[in-house]
């Protein structure tokens, strides 16, 4: 099993490492819609910095696959930080856009767009878009997505940042699949940042779903995510829930 998903790991981390870091409740994006599921959904985490203090965030929304290729879910947004309270500071509005019929060529292929709204209205609003991919290798299943991030009508000037999020998961049993995610942030997209300032994290991650009747489920995944450049965090815990019905 890890003899398959090792090479796959090694490769993302070739194309992708060698700015500020993914936050703690990010998570990997995926291009499938199921279309008229609704979603409870909640991911979160907390991260380890350098200097030994931390971060944290949690992110609950619900969602809803609108039509077969279109899924749209609002989030409020928390975040805290060493000493501080932790506290809702945005909300978010993430739409999915599913753009090749599922499983019927070499990768399935979506889009994502998501508009997020600062308490601080002078970071005006934070756009990120961009591909996301999946692919099917045997039993594994692998995500592969590049977006950019910007904010618009800022009081500050704003550059277009390039980020990205890969995971692969071994499909063993449908409660349990274990794999591997990573994020990484490179700085701006047309000019990068040097190598000892981009932020690159990676670790062991856990995948699963469980089914509690009829069409209500279960689905999971948690991961330990640990610096691979020096400007990342050096450790970060994070996880998502999300009932299905």
């Not at 990573?182 to 047309?190: H, I, L, P, R, T």
Request: hydrophobic residues 40%; charged residues 20%; contains cysteine.
């Amino acid at each position: 099993m890890w003899k398959l998903l090792a090479p796959g790991a090694a490769l993302w981390l070739a194309l992708c490492a060698p700015a500020a870091f993914a936050g703690p409740a990010a998570y990997v994006h995926t291009p499938i819609v199921e279309y008229g599921e609704h979603e409870i959904d909640v991911h979160g985490g907390r991260a380890r910095l350098g200097d030994g203090s931390h971060e944290s965030g949690f992110v609950a929304g619900y969602g809803l696959g609108v039509t077969p290729w279109w899924f749209t879910e609002a989030y409020v947004v928390f975040e805290g930080a060493t000493g501080e309270p932790t506290k809702a500071e945005a909300v978010e509005w993430e739409n999915v856009f599913q753009l090749t019929e599922t499983g019927k060529h070499a990768a399935d292929v979506g889009f994502l767009l998501e508009i997020e709204r600062p308490r601080d209205h002078a970071e005006g609003y934070e756009l990120k878009y961009g591909p996301l991919l999946q692919a099917e290798s045997g039993r594994a299943q692998w995500n592969g997505n590049l977006l950019f991030e910007r904010h618009v009508r800022a009081t500050e000037p704003s550059e277009t940042e390039m980020l990205y999020e890969w995971q692969v998961k071994y499909r063993w049993l449908p409660a349990f699949e274990p794999g591997f995610q990573g994020f990484g942030e490179v700085g701006q997209w047309d000019h990068w940042e040097a190598s000892s300032e981009q932020s690159h994290i990676l670790g062991p991650a856990l995948f699963g779903k469980v089914g509690l009747g009829g069409q209500h489920a279960l689905r999971y995944d948690a991961a330990v995510l640990f610096a691979a450049s020096r400007a990342a965090p050096d450790r970060t815990l994070r996880f998502r829930l999300e009932y299905e019905f």
